[in-house]
């Protein structure tokens, strides 16, 4: 959909700011819309669209907001709608197949042909495609092991407006930044090739607006500074994880433990201490915020997946 056409949905006849199909099928929500110049690009929370998700979580159960977020035009939207494909599958295994069944079965990405577009919606290009926050309207029901005990936990995932475009101010990114955070239990920063300085940076200054605006709400000393080290402290917000797409540097492809303990060890050089203060300040500020920092690394597509004219096709992609 282009821009225009986007729009016209978003604001749909009752103007409640989601495009939600005839259908009344799956379909992400805008649950944060964003205004223009004229209202100073004022936010407008869609309580009716978070209820009516929530709605669908049976009493009891915990719920794992899995949120991206990162700069516009890197994949966010494509990654979520992958996402999609493989909870779907996920779920079908739980309550159709046994585990004989779930290993004879082929990789779960061999399973279909193209990707398609009724996730999330995203598109190739330079344009910026995703605006607010958006919230898939079907939660997942997963089983998980945790600590060796099997727990029923709801999915949800969280698409969020990409980050410096030519028409979002600084203010605005850092407040999307910090709704995401407030809202997420999995947090996972999508950047480039590798972890720069500005993207801790980044990370360390919209985690404090969000951590400001926590102690802001809850009138307690959630939002004062913590040092890394100290662990007996409460830490706001969850997990973060930093997805690296596009990495260069695995040493070997088909050995897939060697290869997280490559990137495990990366990030460790990454948050290392350092003797300067401002960088050292930095990593205080995250690894402050956040229960548990990790990072993820994946390897380029291809770069058929990169043209305008992309379509999903699966057979397209590069294997590794």
Not at 153 to 182: K, N, P, R, W, Y
Not at 195 to 221: C, K, P, V, W
Not at 305 to 310: A, D, E, L, Q
């Amino acid at each position: 959909a282009s821009e225009d056409e986007k729009e016209e949905v978003e604001k749909g006849e009752d103007g409640d700011g989601d495009n939600e199909n005839n259908d009344g099928g799956p379909q992400p929500y805008q649950i944060v819309s964003v205004g223009t110049e004229e209202d100073a690009y004022a936010f407008t929370f869609h309580e009716e669209k978070l209820n009516k998700i929530l709605a669908k979580i049976p009493p009891g159960w915990k719920v794992s907001v899995v949120s991206v977020v990162g700069a516009f035009r890197t994949g966010k939207s494509f990654l979520l709608s992958w996402f999609l494909r493989y909870l779907a599958r996920d779920q079908q295994s739980i309550e159709g197949s046994s585990d004989g069944e779930k290993e004879d079965a082929d990789k779960w990405y061999n399973q279909f042909q193209s990707l398609g577009n009724d996730g999330f919606d995203w598109r190739g290009g330079s344009d910026r495609n995703t605006t607010g926050i958006w919230m898939w309207s079907e939660p997942h029901f997963i089983s998980a092991n945790s600590s060796g005990k099997k727990e029923d936990i709801a999915v949800v995932l969280v698409d969020t407006q990409g980050m410096f475009d030519h028409e979002t101010t600084m203010a605005l990114t850092a407040s999307i930044f910090g709704l995401s955070t407030l809202l997420s239990s999995y947090q996972i920063y999508n950047v480039d090739k590798r972890i720069q300085e500005d993207n801790l940076q980044q990370l360390a200054l919209f985690s404090e607006y969000a951590r400001m605006a926590m102690t802001t709400h809850d009138g307690d000393d959630t939002g004062k500074k913590t040092s890394s080290s100290s662990e007996d402290v409460e830490k706001p917000f969850q997990l973060v994880e930093f997805l690296v797409r596009d990495w260069q540097h695995f040493d070997e492809e088909d050995d897939f433990d060697l290869m997280e303990k490559e990137v495990d060890d990366y990030l460790k050089k990454v948050i290392a201490e350092r003797d300067a203060k401002d960088l050292q300040e930095t990593r205080e500020q995250i690894l402050g915020c956040f229960e548990k920092v990790s990072c993820y690394a994946m390897t380029h597509p291809g770069f058929a997946v990169t043209k305008k004219k992309y379509n999903g096709d699966v057979n397209k992609m590069d294997e590794t």
